[in-house]
């Protein structure tokens, strides 16, 4: 009728019809993306979802790891402590501390990525973190950041805990290492946290990777105890720990001592060797990320 407004095609739209007046404007061909640059801003939104989503239980996945590492140190300084015993150069507690923070951070690194996409898969709302105009870039680098930082969190009451136990000096000799190798460690635990939410179908799985690779390569990393007091081939499969390197050189950071070497060298090569094995981990991640596996089916 004429009283009735016309439509007109839009160019390109395949069939989409504009009413009479509206703009013209070309949606772009299906599969071509809109945003040509990083999604800063959905990059910051699902990363400020996963840090709420454990800062909203703060007791459970801030304050209570970071008692249950300080038991540690209780348990150990009572138990190996005694008669002023030293390691490296000063008192067992001193020792030790560096070891637990930084131990405490890559295990909480590691359940917060390991938490997500498992969750989301077991309840049906994996589609939450598949459907947002995120690359598989964008999608593990806001997961990866919530998990450090949950582990920064998580070493920052550790550190104020510890300074309270009698003896513990946390007094920095090399502040580069103790940023350096608490990062890499908790990028390198949220990585594999992360693998390992994809690759579980159910709880019982991640808790399997918790309590038969993550705890063991924690513990027999030379936390308590210095690996030369170790028989040669004990400290051969100590070296091929990657735990050794981060929890080695974050106590360097501190003491000004190590046991990765007799030289400051061998600490930077630990250092670098650890960066590799994140940025390798980062490049296997986003690979399984980009095929789906276990994902989209």
């Not at 067992?92 to 560096?98: D, E, G, M, Q």
């Not at 690996?227 to 040669?232: F, T, Y």
């Not at 070296?239 to 050794?244: D, E, G, L």
Request: no cysteine.
């Amino acid at each position: 009728m004429a009283d009735q407004p016309q439509s007109r095609e839009l160019p390109g739209t395949a069939g989409i019809l504009a009413p009479e007046g509206a703009p013209a404007s070309r949606f772009p061909p299906k599969g071509q993306p809109v945003i040509h640059t990083v999604n800063w801003e959905g990059l910051k939104t699902l990363y400020m979802k996963e840090v709420r989503r454990f800062f909203k239980v703060q007791t459970q996945t801030i304050w209570a790891p970071a008692i249950t590492t300080m038991m540690f140190l209780v348990i150990f300084t009572v138990a190996m402590g005694r008669g002023n015993r030293e390691m490296l150069g000063v008192n067992f507690a001193t020792f030790v501390a560096p070891g637990l923070i930084v131990m405490g951070m890559m295990q909480n690194a590691f359940a917060n990525s390991s938490f997500s996409f498992l969750a989301g898969k077991i309840q049906g709302t994996i589609i939450d973190f598949l459907m947002p105009p995120l690359t598989e870039g964008e999608l593990m680098l806001a997961m990866v950041g919530a998990a450090v930082t949950r582990a920064l969190l998580v070493g920052l009451a550790l550190s104020a805990a510890m300074l309270l136990w009698p003896g513990v000096n946390l007094s920095m000799a090399h502040p580069w290492a103790v940023v350096w190798f608490g990062l890499v460690g908790s990028v390198f635990l949220a990585l594999l946290g992360l693998l390992t939410s994809i690759w579980a179908e159910k709880f019982d799985h991640n808790a399997a990777v918790t309590n038969f690779v993550i705890a063991p390569l924690s513990l027999l990393s030379g936390t308590f105890y210095v690996i030369d007091n170790l028989a040669p081939a004990f400290q051969a499969i100590s070296r091929a720990n990657p735990f050794f390197y981060v929890i080695s050189g974050f106590r360097f950071g501190f003491l000004g001592a190590s046991d990765i070497g007799d030289t400051n060298m061998a600490v930077l090569h630990g250092a670098i060797g650890m960066g590799v094995v994140d940025v390798v981990l980062a490049v296997v991640t986003f690979l399984v990320l980009r095929s789906g596996w276990k994902l989209k089916g």
